[in-house]
């Protein structure tokens, strides 16, 4: 059975940082494409970040310079440390891992960034 926890998410003020986890059980983060995604009230769910093969990197524009995202491959872990955060950061944060024919998700932590 395959599950992806996410930890880390809070209350945080404008320009703080957080640092969200996301740790993997029956799958190997190493060969999945890992990826957080966000979904803010009435929005679309969107992509945040990914990190794939070799460990390539995407960045959604509104994130880029601000976010990083990494892959610990000891603890199956994947990170997503969010710095410089912005009220329009605040969303219901994701973690996913895809392959070709395969997705799953997990339940989610809370980033709300208010002062």
């Known amino acids: 059975q395959v599950q992806l926890v996410e930890s880390g998410g809070g209350l945080v003020q404008p320009g703080g940082s957080l640092r969200l986890s996301c740790a993997a059980s029956?799958?190997?983060?190493?060969?999945?494409?890992m990826g957080w995604y966000r979904q803010a009230p009435g929005k679309e769910r969107e992509l945040v970040a990914d990190?794939?093969?070799?460990?390539?990197?995407n960045f959604s524009e509104s994130v880029k310079g601000r976010f990083t995202i990494s892959r610990d491959n000891a603890k199956n872990t994947v990170l997503l440390q969010m710095n410089s955060l912005k009220v329009e950061d605040t969303a219901v944060y994701y973690c996913?891992?895809?392959?070709?024919?395969?997705?799953?998700w997990g339940q989610g932590t809370q980033v709300t960034v208010s002062s």
């Open positions: 996913n891992a895809r392959n070709p024919g395969l997705g799953f």
């Open positions: 029956g799958i190997n983060v190493r060969f999945y494409t």
């Open positions: 990190i794939g093969g070799g460990d390539r990197v």
